[in-house]
C-alpha cells in the first residue's frame, strides 16, 4: 500500500525533437494537477525546469538533482510515456527508490483510455471501482459509449470529477444491423488502452473484448459480478506488464508489479 506522503514522479523528457519533449512535459504537469486536486503531495523537476531551459544547466545536474529529490519524498510513481524504459535518468531514479526501500509503481498515463463494460454493474462499489481504476491509469481523455447506465455512466461521472477530457459515441441508427459493432469500432480506433469491467454474463462486453483483441487493443479487463463482487482478475495484451518485465531486466532488479 502506498502511504499519503510526497510522491515523485519519474517520466522521459529528452528527446532531440522540441515537440516530443514539450509533450511529455506537459503531460507530466497534466499528472500532477490531477494529483493536486486529490490532495496529494506531488513532485517533478519537469514541474519546473522549463524556467531554466535557456540557462547554461547541463543535463547531470538535472540527473543529479533528481535523485536528491527522489530521498525527500515517500513514494514513487513511473509515468510509462513513450521512452520511458530506456530513459537513463529513470532507471537511475528506480535504483535509488529501491535502495532506499521506496515503494515504485508505474502508471498509464497520456493514454486515450476506452471504457468498456456492462450495464447491469450500476452499484456504488462498481462506480468506485471504475474511479480507482481510472485514477491509477490517468488517462489524457476517456473515450467511452453512449449508455445510460452502468460502467459507461461511471466514467462518464469520472471524467468531471477528475475534470479528464471525454469523447463519446453513439449508436449510429442509419447503420442498423452492425450499429453495435461500428460503435465498438470507432471508440476502439479513437483509444489506445482499453479498460473493462464485466458482469460476466453481458454479451456486448464480451463481444467487445474479443474484438479488442483482434485489435491487438492493450487492456485490463475486470470481472464483477452484478452484487458488486470482484470474481476474477484476467489481463491479456496488457502493455504495461510487458513493458515492465522487460525494463525490469535491463534494470537488473524487479520492478514491484502493477496492482491488478
Partial sequence: MFSKGMIYIAAPYWSHDEAI??????????????QTSLGILNYSPLLYSDKYKNKKVTENYWLTHGLKMVKACDEMTVLMLPGWKDSQGIKGEIREAEKLGIPVRCVAAGKRLSVCGSR?????????????????????????????????EFARDASK?????????????????????????????????CLYVHDGISQGCSNEKIMGDKMNMPNRYYHIDAGGREQAKISTQVDDIETMKSFSLDLDFELPSLDF
Avoid at 21 to 34: A, K, T
Avoid at 124 to 150: D, N, W
Avoid at 167 to 179: A, C, E, V
Fill in 120 to 152: 447491469s454493474l450500476d452499484s456504488e462499489y462498481v462506480r468506485q471501482f471504475v474511479y480507482g481504476k481510472i485514477k491509477e491509469l490517468c488517462p489524457s481523455v476517456i473515450v467511452t459509449h453512449g449508455e445510460p447506465t452502468g460502467v459507461c
Fill in 161 to 193: 470529477e477528475f475534470g479528464i477530457p471525454l469523447k463519446l459515441h453513439h449508436l449510429q441508427k442509419h447503420k442498423q444491423s452492425g450499429m453495435f459493432e461500428h460503435r465498438s469500432k470507432a471508440v476502439f480506433n479513437d483509444s489506445n488502452f
Fill in 21 to 34: 519533449r514539450s509533450g511529455r512535459r506537459q503531460l507530466v504537469i497534466e499528472y500532477s494537477m490531477m
